[in-house]
C-alpha cells in the first residue's frame, strides 16, 4: 500500500482499498448541465473517475478540484450538477469518492452501506478519507497531464465526508493550495460516528484513527496552508453545525464562515448519484464558493 499523504506508514493499521475504474478516455464529454457553455468531461485520473467543467474559455486555467459526499450528492457527476461554480476562470475537477459513482459495486451503494454496517469508523469512513487522499497525488499529476490546468496552487473544496478530505489535503500533505472550501463537512469524525445508532466501541486503533481525523485539532496547520471558508447549512446536523463553528474560531482570520439559511444536510433529493438539480438554498452555496473562489484566485495573479 502507497504511503500516506503526511509520509507516515504503519502508525495506524492499514485499511483495505477499494475498487478503482478502468482508465477511460479523457474526451468522453457528458450531457451539457445547467447554464454551461461548454459540456463536462469525464474520465479517470490514475484510476480515480473525475468530471471536469471547463472555463469559459474552454483553455488553459487555474484549478480547483472536489470531493464529493456519502450523502445526495453521492457522486462526481452529481456534486458538479450541484455545485457547478459556472463563472469562475478555472477548470473544477470533481473526483469520485471510494465506493461512489463509477466505483459502485454492481452498480449500487449496497457494499458500501455494508461496510458502514459492519465497523461505520474502521471499515468505512476513515478508510474512505485516507484512500482519497492517498491516491490524490498521483491523481493531481494525471489531471495536469490530460487537462491545461497548469502546475500552480490549487483550489479544494469538499462537501461532508469529502470535506475530510479536502482539509486533510491541508493538514497532511504539503500539495500548494491557494484556498479551500468546505460545505456542511466532517470537521470532527467523530461527530459523524455519533450520528449512528449505539455507542461505538472505541479501541486504542480506532481512537486514533478518529483523533486523526479532527481538524479543529489540526487548525494551526490549515490556517499556515491557505484561506478556508466553511459553508454551514442552518438545518446540517447541530453537531456539524458547532463544529464548522469550532473551525472557523480556531482558524481566525484565515476563516470565513457562510451560514445558509434553510438548508440541510443533502445538497440534492435522492438517490443523489445521477446528476440532479440542487436543492433550492444550494444556488446561494454555489453563489458564495464562486465568489470565494473568485477572490482569491485574483490574488493569484
Not at 122 to 148: C, D, G, H, K, N
Not at 163 to 178: C, H, K, N, S, W
Request: aromatic residues 6%; negative net charge; charged residues 20%.
Amino acid at each position: 500500500m502507497a504511503r500516506s499523504a503526511d509520509g507516515r506508514n504503519g502508525d495506524i493499521a492499514q485499511p483495505r482499498r477499494f475498487p478503482l475504474t478502468a482508465e477511460s478516455n479523457p474526451g468522453t464529454r457528458s450531457p451539457v448541465y445547467r447554464g454551461r457553455m461548454h459540456p463536462p468531461i469525464t474520465g479517470t485520473a490514475a484510476g480515480v473517475p473525475f468530471t471536469a467543467l471547463p472555463p469559459a474559455g474552454n483553455g488553459p486555467a487555474p484549478l480547483i478540484v472536489t470531493w464529493h459526499m456519502l450523502d445526495p450528492p453521492r457522486s462526481d457527476a452529481a456534486f458538479a450538477a450541484a455545485l457547478p461554480m459556472n463563472d469562475l476562470p478555472a477548470w473544477r475537477v470533481h473526483l469520485g469518492m471510494p465506493m461512489c459513482g463509477a466505483r459502485m459495486v454492481d452498480g449500487s451503494m449496497d457494499a458500501g452501506w455494508k461496510l458502514i454496517q459492519q465497523d461505520v469508523l474502521m471499515s468505512a469512513m476513515y478508510p474512505f478519507v485516507r484512500q482519497a487522499t492517498e491516491e490524490f497525488p498521483a491523481a493531481l499529476a494525471s489531471i495536469r497531464a490530460q487537462l491545461p490546468v497548469g502546475d500552480g496552487p490549487i483550489g479544494v473544496l469538499g462537501g461532508s465526508l469529502g470535506g475530510a478530505v479536502a482539509l486533510r489535503i491541508l493538514a497532511d500533505t504539503e500539495i500548494p493550495v491557494f484556498a479551500g472550501a468546505v460545505v456542511n463537512a466532517a470537521v470532527r469524525m467523530r461527530s459523524v460516528i455519533d450520528l449512528f445508532p449505539g455507542d461505538y466501541p472505541y479501541d486504542a486503533e480506532s481512537e486514533k484513527a478518529v483523533d486523526s481525523l479532527d481538524f479543529v485539532a489540526k487548525a494551526g496547520v490549515i490556517a499556515g496552508r491557505a484561506p478556508l471558508l466553511v459553508v454551514s447549512g442552518e438545518l446540517d446536523h447541530p453537531a456539524f453545525r458547532d463544529d464548522a463553528v469550532d473551525l472557523v474560531d480556531a482558524l481566525g482570520d484565515r476563516s470565513e464562515l457562510l451560514s445558509i439559511p434553510g438548508l440541510a444536510h443533502p445538497l440534492v433529493e435522492e438517490p443523489g448519484i445521477e446528476p440532479a438539480p440542487p436543492l433550492p438554498p444550494v444556488r446561494e452555496v454555489d453563489a458564495g464558493l464562486t465568489a470565494w473562489f473568485r477572490r482569491h484566485l485574483a490574488k493569484t495573479g
